[in-house]
């Protein structure tokens, strides 16, 4: 009785319930509820930005990639509360992402200047 119980996260994911533990009553006949742990890994995303010369909405031998446009994504990225705004600029080849991140966002997007 009043021992606590713990959740040992396996490798990659984040606690989000229950970090602090719970007290158990651990007495014969009284059962106990609510003694709930939640869990997340971050996500990524990845994309290819192209200008889509012939409007087909593919990339296809008329299309060229696009080098440093600034893709945006936008929302609560890192869980506290709070919109956020982090930005990437695409490569070269045109390929740009977002790594480890809270997968609570409300959109990514090209950043017109």
């Keep these: 009785a009043g021992d606590k119980v713990y959740e040992v996260n396996p490798s990659g994911y984040v606690q989000s319930l229950g970090k602090a533990g719970y007290t158990i009553v651990g007495t014969s006949g009284h059962d106990q509820t609510g003694l709930n742990f939640a869990d997340y890994v971050n996500g990524s995303i990845h994309g290819f930005k192209f200008n889509d010369l012939n409007a087909d909405g593919v990339f296809d031998g008329s299309d060229t990639p696009m080098a440093n446009i600034t893709i945006e994504l936008k ?11 982090i930005d990437v600029v ?9 790594t480890n991140q809270l997968q609570q966002f409300e959109r990514a997007r090209e950043r017109r200047v």
Excluded: P, R
């Design 90 to 98: 695409t490569d070269a080849n045109g390929y740009f992402s977002f």
């Design 75 to 85: 929302g609560d990225v890192d869980g506290n509360g709070t919109i956020d705004t």
